[in-house]
């Protein structure tokens, strides 16, 4: 196998921009054309006049990711929910598999997140114990001196922000 051919079957993380409100529809339109990828949800409470839902929703609004080489990433771009590949310096961007790990158990072990714009570049740390053991990130302080962990999409410009128990160790990397 020639290099040129070998870098083409190299899967690498990708986002995917959505029509307004397609995230759902772009995650089974992967699905069913086998192509591995990651939709980060998150659920809510909405408030109606006359009741109270829990709804699923799309942490990251008109996103989704795939761990795709480039001919699965073309095919992704067909389909109808999917409207571009985000792109940086003219090259589809490629987000390294750190940052959708770390994603990855933030969601898997809080339901209380939050996504901001971008956080100011702050101390990269890792937690070493508690409930958010082994996730690398950013630390925050806020007005109350609450320790907040930021998880940094690079390429989206936003952080996903999530409260650090108390009793968790951070270590500084």
Do not use: C
Not at 26 to 49: D, K
Not at 118 to 146: A, C, M
């Amino acid at each position: 196998m020639n290099e040129q051919t070998k870098n083409k079957s190299v899967k690498h993380w990708y986002a995917l921009y959505t029509k307004p409100r397609h995230e759902f529809k772009a995650e089974l339109q992967l699905e069913s054309n086998g192509i591995e990828h990651f939709l980060p949800t998150v659920i809510r409470i909405r408030q109606w006049s006359d009741r109270k839902k829990k709804v699923k929703e799309a942490l990251f609004k008109s996103y989704i990711f795939i761990h795709a080489n480039e001919k699965e990433r073309l095919t992704a771009l067909e389909q109808n929910a999917i409207v571009r590949t985000i792109f940086f310096d003219g090259k589809p961007a490629i987000i390294p598999d750190w940052q959708i790990d770390n994603l990855k158990k933030m969601l898997e072990r809080s339901t209380d997140v939050a996504v901001m714009d971008q956080l100011k570049i702050g101390t990269r740390v890792k937690i070493i114990s508690g409930p958010f053991k082994d996730v690398e990130g950013v630390v925050y302080e806020t007005v109350n001196q609450e320790k907040m962990l930021a998880i940094t999409i690079d390429l989206l410009r936003r952080s996903v922000v999530v409260q650090i128990p108390r009793e968790s160790l951070i270590k500084k990397l």
